[in-house]
């Protein structure tokens, strides 16, 4: 992670080029045959046979267990990883790569829900889901779990080898233990929100590191948090170590985690994974990495409440590419948002960081919470410098990435890292809102007790949301529900009859963050305005989050049947009727 320039990823490239000779192999690590053509190489381990394309490099992890398992490069590891892997700090891109190791406890521990499990006498799993950029498979009748990265451009590729897979007579069936992420159990918990409260040093590598090294760098060094890559399909490397287990280990032990998601980049880089130039997709783009950042914390057991940060790559700043950015983050934290997360932004100070500070006030785009900047000033503070303000982000809302690229070594254990400085704390947590309920209708008709159906979901879901719980939403309209409804009622001094008619869907519907939006304006604040003007106005108003012309003219009537000032801009007096059920 950091602000790299395009040529240093070039010369990584020519490196290893010239590593690429580490694999031939010989039973019992892994073995390479002739190529039955031009194009491809068979490589077999544990039993387990594929034809990976003759440019992918081959590795050996039985004679090279601490290789970096890394994927800006097409590449196949087989054996069993390290604990301690040889990794430069700073991997980021993706091409395509493929992991093959035993089945144990341990990579066990890695397994998720969308994890696929061959059927018995086959290699191959056809319908095996595509998460976050990684498609899992545990082929037990080989002893293996199958872990294969790829980007959008490669998922065919990748999707190919896997389905050559074989078995030889040298398979040998070991089940998946059932002590995974994806065995129903429930995951262990970090001790609270991450990074929480906390000033002082930290650090960040490519891959978590393993429970000793953690231990000897806790005993040792100056550092008491840590960045992990958590997410993103265009994370660089793998992690081998990261798991809900290890989570618990090092939160229980008192160090504080800055979870990282890699995704997207901006569109004016050269990047092969980039966000759309079109504000509105971007934004969307970024509402889906959030929700894939959402799942994998909450399959670590990191809490709600915690920061999660979108690592953005330096790019040359144009006015499209900054709006591209900007509404890509604004999907990302209203989506974190939506789930009680807090919103993190890691970049270049002199690119993303800047940009966002220029936009600070800007009603059209929703603001991150934290702000993570890489400048290598060697300055250990949380001072921007003429990046950004000093009022911006200025609550303990700062992460410095103040040096980069250095290996350090403490009770033996040697890793190279990124130097970060922190001042962060937990501030007030978004409350969680109703992801996964349809809140978009062409009308909000009367719903009271007794009804059911989805637009009774969307009512629960906003009642729980303005914290007057109705229990979990189910869709049936029941005792619990009338009884939050009259809460939230009387709160907004409404009629309390525990009907959820076209004031309280109103008040309901616009609940939420006031920021000024006008034609021209996108994001999660437009589309609740449309919510409840469609109810308010007993029409329907095309919800779909950018301000247009449709929607200026549904605020103005709305303004003039409520005796507001009629300009079309939604301003704090807009809103306030909006929230009071006017």
Sequence with gaps: MS????????????????????????????????????????????????????????????????????????AVYMGEPADQNDCPARVVGRTAGIVVEPLTARSAGRSTASTARTPRGKATAPAATSSDGTIQIAVEDAGVLVTAAHTPGTESLVR??????????????????????????????????????????????????????????QAGSP??????????????????????????????????????????????????????????????????????????????????????????????STASCKAAVLSYLSGWTERLHSSGYLSGFYSSAASGIRDAAGEYGNGAYTRVDHIFYAWWNGAADTDTGSYVPSTHW??????????????????????????????????????????????????????????????????????????????????IFGPDTTTAARDFQAGKQLTADGVVGPRTWTALLSGGTTPTVRNGSTGEAVSRLQRALTAALGRTVGIDGIFGSGTTQAVRDYQSSRGLGVDGIVGPGTWGALQSGR
């Excluded at 890699?262 to 969307?284: E, F, H, I, W």
């Design 223 to 316: 550092y008491s948090a840590v960045g992990v890559y958590i997410s993103g399909s265009f994370r660089g490397c793998a992690q081998p170590n990261l798991t809900a287990s290890w989570v618990t280990n090092q939160t229980g032990n008192g160090w504080r985690l800055i979870p990282i998601d890699v995704g997207r980049q901006a569109p004016c880089t050269n990047y092969s994974l980039k966000m759309s130039n079109d504000p509105a997709t971007a934004r969307s783009q970024g509402v889906t990495a959030a929700a894939g950042a959402v799942t994998a914390a909450s399959n670590l057991g990191i809490p709600a409440g915690s920061a999660l940060y979108s690592d953005i790559e330096a790019y040359t």
């Design 394 to 475: 200025s609550d303990h809302q700062r992460i410095h990435q103040y040096a980069g690229e250095v290996t350090e070594s403490y009770g033996g254990y040697s890793i190279n890292i990124d130097r970060d400085y922190l001042d962060v704390g937990t501030g007030t947590p978004p409350q969680p809102g109703c992801t996964g309920a349809n809140l978009d209708f062409t009308a909000y008709p009367t719903v009271r007790g007794g009804s059911t159906g989805d637009l009774v979901k969307a009512a629960q879901c906003l009642l729980k949301a303005a914290g007057h719980d109705p229990g979990t939403p189910d869709g």
């Design 160 to 217: 190919g080898v896997l389905g050559s897979a074989e078995l030889t007579a040298g398979a040998r069936r070991t089940e998946l233990p059932r002590t995974g992420q994806g065995s129903g159990a429930a995951p262990l918990a970090a001790a609270g929100p991450q990074p929480g409260s906390y000033l002082g040093k930290g650090f960040d590598a490519c891959t978590a590191p393993s429970q000793a090294a953690m231990n000897a760098w």
């Design 3 to 74: 602000s790299r320039n395009l040529w240093r990823a070039r010369a990584t490239t020519a490196v290893l080029a010239l590593l690429a000779g580490i694999g031939a192999f010989s039973v019992p690590g892994p073995a390479l045959a002739d190529s039955p053509t031009e194009t491809r190489q068979t490589v077999t381990y544990h039993g387990y046979r594929i034809e990976v394309p003759t440019d992918w490099r081959v590795v050996d992890l039985t004679e090279n267990p601490r290789a970096c398992l890394r994927f800006d490069s097409p």
